[in-house]
């Protein structure tokens, strides 16, 4: 069923399905599980990150850690669509259900990791080979969190660490602090599906 009362209930775009609040099973998750730090729902960056591998290109079998990854779609397009290994991590365990609802109804496996961006350890990154991210900078206190980690996944062997945002004031002082130290660049993006969105992905290294 892709529609309740003349309503979507579910989108595609980027081969990717995305089922709406009011889809019956969605909604039977948001009477069991309660996500507090924003993983409500899918922030439209992820669609920016989709893009980029999209355009870009993604090894097969890469492996992919998709941090404050809320309902995962970044990550699930990731292992769908160029067959990567994805780790999908959150410090709220209340977004997995919805995460792996999504990871089903697209056929894909993604593991998922319960830590806090300052809790991810050197034995956490290692062998990990891309770090993503949708929209996961959005107070002060966690571009400090988010530097820190973001230094250590690349002293781990992370090869290239993508961030994408709306355009926030801390996205950008998380930027120009790692186009400064790491010769990261900000790549401004538009995309038109699922409708026109735009936005910035910070990228720090290449694969
Ligand atoms: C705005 S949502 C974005 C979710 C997802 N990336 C997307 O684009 O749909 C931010 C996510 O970051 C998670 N988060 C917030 N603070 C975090 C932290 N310190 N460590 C790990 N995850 C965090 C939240 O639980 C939430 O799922």
């Known amino acids: 069923m892709s529609q309740i009362k003349g309503q979507k209930v579910q989108i595609r775009a980027y081969g990717v399905k995305v089922l709406l609040s009011r889809h019956k099973e969605v909604r039977r998750l948001k009477r069991l599980h309660f996500p507090s730090g924003h993983g409500n729902k899918l922030w439209i960056s992820s669609w920016l990150l989709m893009d980029f591998f ?10 992919v850690m998709d941090v404050g990854c809320g309902w995962g779609l970044a990550g699930i397009y990731c292992a769908k669509k160029h067959d990567a290994v994805v ?6 365990p209340e977004v997995f259900p919805f995460l792996h609802l999504h990871a089903e109804v697209n056929s894909v496996k993604v593991a998922t990791m319960k830590r806090a961006f300052g809790g991810l350890t050197h034995a956490d990154l290692e062998g ?3 770090l993503i991210g949708a929209d996961i900078c959005f107070w002060v206190t966690l571009t400090y969190s988010l530097k820190r980690l973001i230094n250590r996944a690349l002293r781990s062997g992370i090869k290239l660490v993508l961030l994408a945002g ?42």
């Not at 780790?87 to 709220?92: E, G, H, K």
């Not at 602090?177 to 599906?193: A, C, D, M, N, P």
């Open 54 to 63: 999209k355009r870009k290109g993604l090894s097969e079998r890469s492996k």
């Open 87 to 92: 780790t999908a991590v959150d410090t709220d």
């Open 128 to 130: 990990f080979d891309v």
């Open 166 to 207: 709306p355009g926030r004031s801390t996205f950008d002082e998380l930027a120009e602090y790692f186009i400064e130290k790491q010769g990261g660049e900000i790549l401004k993006r538009t995309v038109y599906r699922p409708r026109r969105i735009q936005g910035r992905i910070l990228k720090i290294g290449s694969l």
